[in-house]
């Protein structure tokens, strides 16, 4: 049994989660969806039919303690690990197409660990990152990329090496990089890992105001809970493979279950925790375009505008990789 979260925002049990492959139904299409996404590794039951949702222009978190199966989601939505279920990008059926194919659909798709050539400048990383567009001419893929570093307020560092940038200015040349490609939706996994505190806190508004520049959806998987909880719309909970959770983001972690995953069943642990973390919930902003209701099933209208709220909960603790 998984739990899913109402249109009025509330979270009830729904079992069953991952029995309809069929295309879901929505008013327009979702910029990624998938259905009964499943997966094993040996004896390890990594995925065990998750269903997403993504509406256009939406930010949606992933939380879940490690080793719940958050990369391997990404990996199976991005065709990297072949896996049991269907995916939906932008209303196209992606199910069977590698990787590539699947970013050509308008699946991008960051890594924690950037991959960038370190002897280049961000400039020409840009440019040679729009010319993969084999339609774009050079003068094109070149103001293509001045418009990339503008966006994404790189402009100090065009003619820097990427070897000369800071982890955190590095990732977000590769997430421009991602962006070259005109993605309608973006998976991001751990963006915040290993870099500066200050980097970490510029990363919110940058990644929101991405997002109503472009329209592009955003799925994010963050271990830095002041940082998804103040972006995410909703947010999927996953623990051992399954989603536990999911719904608007102070919803999902006052969910007993989520607290138990993260803390594990210990009532005092529990308890104890109750106090220690101040979460405040992302403030309604101003959305690009009509956003989805809270729903696990397709969002089909647009939300009721949440009240800010300062809520006091026991929310998971920050659980960083080693
Ligand atoms: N290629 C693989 N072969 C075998 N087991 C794997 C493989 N990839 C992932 N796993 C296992 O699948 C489970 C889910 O791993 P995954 O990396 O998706 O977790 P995660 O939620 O991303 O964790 P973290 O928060 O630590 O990044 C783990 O038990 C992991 O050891
Ligand atoms: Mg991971």
Redo the contacts with the bound molecule.
Sequence with gaps: MTAVASATGTIEPHDDPGSNMNAPEAASPLALAARGIGVS??G?R?LDAVDVDVAPGEIVGVI??????????FDCLSGF?PCEGRVWVGGTDVSSLPPHRRARAGLGRSFQDARLFTSMTVLDTLRVACELDAHRSERRSTARALELIELFGLGPFGNKLIRELSTGTRRIVDLACVLAQAPSVVLLD?PSSGIAQREAEALGPLLRGLRDRTGCALLL?E?DMPLLLGLAERVYA?ET?TVIAVGAPGDVVHHPEVIRSYLGGDPAAIARSGDAVVVEPAPAQERPRKRAAQKATPPRKAAAPRKPARTKTATPKR?R?G
């Design positions: 590794f040996g390890l990594a879940g303690p490690n080793g719940a199966g958050k990369t391997t989601l690990v751990e998987v271990h996953l493979g659980a990789d």
